[in-house]
């Protein structure tokens, strides 16, 4: 087989094409790819101390929530509550009377919902009245079972899961001693 110049350079021209349209298309996926993270946010104040967890998209896309499961000392908690009964109820269990709180905002992100890039949704927020300094990590330990999983997805339906397993919300110092709780 015998080809000229202009098939060639055709040839060439398709392939330079077709190599150009898949880098292009890895491109768009990649900028528009979410990642959720989790951050705590602790704050002392005339009123006691407040702890707050979030999660926030910290990457470029916007994600779409598919699943939200919640687990207590690992197993599946309250699993057909709604989410804003769920988080009221995951608190009372870990706190279970023992401090004088306040939870001023909560929730889980909706299947569905979508959680635009540098967007934060807070899960919970609690103020525990009257709390003295040095039982801060007592406090927070309370929590340390529980573990929040979101499967979500880009644009494109590629998925993923978050998860705050491996990140204790608290750990005692060394030679810490149990003075309230």
């Not at 916007?62 to 509550?81: L, Q």
């Not at 979508?114 to 406090?139: M, S």
């Amino acid at each position: 087989m015998n080809f000229d110049d202009a098939t060639i350079i055709a040839i060439c021209a398709l392939v330079l094409t077709v190599g150009q349209m898949w880098t292009n298309r890895r491109h768009n996926r990649l900028s528009v790819r979410p990642h959720l993270d989790s951050h705590i946010r602790r704050i002392w104040s005339d009123q006691g101390f407040t702890v707050s967890l979030a999660v926030r998209n910290v990457g470029i896309g916007p994600c779409i929530t598919k699943d939200v499961r919640v687990f207590k000392d690992g197993a599946r908690f309250m699993e057909t509550a709604g989410h804003a009964v769920l988080i009221e109820a995951l608190v009372d269990a870990c706190i279970q009377r023992k401090l004088n709180y306040r939870l001023s905002n909560h929730g889980l992100p909706g299947i569905g919902c979508g959680i635009k890039a540098a967007e934060e949704h807070c899960i919970a927020e609690i103020l525990f009245i009257n709390l003295p300094r040095n039982v801060q990590h007592e406090v927070e330990a309370l929590f340390n079972g529980v573990r929040i999983e979101i499967d979500y997805e880009s644009f494109y339906g590629e998925r993923w899961t978050f998860t705050t397993e491996g990140e204790p919300i608290a750990k005692a110092p060394e030679g810490a001693k149990s003075s309230v709780i």
